[in-house]
């Protein structure tokens, strides 16, 4: 088991959870992630990453997998000008690589929001720190396991 993926376990069981992870292969869109556990591609909660432009800090994005997040929207909620995140932020900031970043067990803080759609469901699947597994959750445990704030930022 890799560290990250470790790390994504106990973070969810300090939080009293008893983690449902799956490896799913090599997933690369949300709708893959989708077919492989059986939910609708909206019960798929991608973490998406920007570049905090002035902080230089990563913010997350946790939107369902059928949206995009709005930069210009995402941006006002941030309170700065948002850019591409690099490799090398996201795995300094988070400790995950690209495609595997889960909402939870994050090195180091990191400010986040969750597109409102995501908490219509009881149940949906997110990265649990590698591409090539995700972990089941109640939605509505998700702003607080994760601090993120809901907020409309997809377009």
């Known amino acids: 088991m890799s ?4 790390r994504v376990r106990a973070a969810l069981e300090a939080a009293g959870l008893e983690p449902d992870i799956r490896e799913v292969g090599q997933a690369r869109t949300a709708q893959e992630a989708a077919d492989s556990v059986g939910c609708e591609i909206d019960q798929i909660a991608k973490s998406i990453i920007f570049r905090a432009e002035e902080s230089g800090e990563a913010v997350l994005f946790l ?4 949206n995009k997040v709005c930069a210009d929207k995402a941006s006002e909620l941030a309170g700065e000008p948002l850019g591409k995140a690099d490799a ?12 595997g970043v889960a909402p939870v067990g994050h090195l180091n803080p990191i400010r986040a929001w969750i597109d409102p759609q995501l908490l219509e469901f009881t149940r949906i699947w997110a990265a649990a720190g590698t591409p090539r597994h995700v972990f089941a959750l109640d939605a509505h445990l998700l702003p607080g396991l994760t601090g993120a704030v809901a907020a ?3 377009e």
């Open 88 to 99: 090398t932020l996201i795995r300094s900031q988070t400790g995950f690589a690209i495609g």
């Open 152 to 154: 409309p930022f997809t």
């Open 63 to 66: 939107t369902a997998g059928g």
């Open 3 to 6: 560290k990250s993926l470790k």
